[in-house]
T-cell receptor, first 112, second 114 residues
Framework: QKEVEQDPGPLSVPEGAIVSLNCTYS??????FMWYRQYSRKGPELLMY????GNKEDGRFTAQVDKSSKYISLFIRDSQPSDSATYLC????????????FGTGTRLTIIP | ETGVTQTPRHLVMGMTNKKSLKCEQH?????MYWYKQSAKKPLELMFV???????ENNSVPSRFSPECPNSSHLFLHLHTLQPEDSALYLC?????????????FGPGTRLLVL
């Protein structure tokens, strides 16, 4: 079993829809959870960062962490064509410079 | 130039060639990283440098040789690569070597080994 599971997609939704992206994980020691966005021919850029369980909102983006279910989500409201990208989840434990474990990424296309 | 830059952006090489990838960060960061990104696979951390000292080598084959001459530059020297090494190689940097530090990625070098 992979440490982090993420559906690679592709996922296509119409403009204005709510998008839900998800990752599951197996390591209960993970405490830090991140979402990166990667546009075509670019490197990943950090979108959201959460610690432990709960929700975090930033504009149209909401990150949720459910540690009891080992499940994290990224919601995008009022999706725009500019949101079309690959979304990577990443996570790590709580031990100083422990490395990030990434999901495979979900390729998202917003259809105008 | 701002952020993290990588050259070349694309590279095609034969299995007997020797080439080098270059990364430069203009952010004043102290930690730098090499990642490998293959299709339908998670990002794989290859090497980590902090203040020009290598602090992690994730069981990477010796045909990949990193070099960090100063805190702004990072190289990945390649020799006798295999076709399965074809991938996107990403460089990243962070202020310090700590998980809480955001990593900033370069655009990557798309490598094809023939």
């Amino acid at each position: 079993q992979k440490e982090v599971e993420q559906d690679p997609g592709p996922l296509s939704v119409p403009e204005g829809a709510i998008v839900s992206l998800n990752c599951t994980y197996s390591n209960s020691a993970f405490q830090y959870f991140m979402w990166y966005r990667q546009y075509s021919r670019k490197g990943p850029e950090l979108l959201m960062y959460t610690y432990s369980s709960g929700n975090k909102e930033d504009g149209r983006f909401t990150a949720q962490v459910d540690k009891s279910s080992k499940y994290i989500s990224l919601f995008i409201r009022d999706s725009q064509p500019s949101d079309s990208a690959t979304y990577l989840c990443a996570m790590s434990g709580n031990f100083g410079n422990e490395k990030l474990t990434f999901g495979t990424g979900t390729r998202l296309t917003i259809i105008p | 130039e701002t952020g993290v830059t990588q050259t070349p952006r694309h590279l095609v090489m034969g299995m007997t060639n020797k080439k080098s990838l270059k990364c430069e960060q203009h952010l004043g960061h102290n930690a730098m990283y090499w990642y490998k990104q293959s299709a339908k696979k998670p990002l794989e951390l290859m090497f980590v440098y902090s203040l020009e000292e290598r602090v992690e080598n994730n069981s990477v084959p010796s045909r990949f040789s990193p070099e960090c001459p100063n805190s702004s530059h990072l190289f990945l020297h390649l020799h006798t690569l295999q076709p399965e090494d074809s991938a996107l190689y990403l460089c990243a940097s962070s202020q310090e070597l700590a998980l809480q530090e955001t990593q900033y990625f370069g655009p990557g070098t798309r490598l094809l080994v023939l």
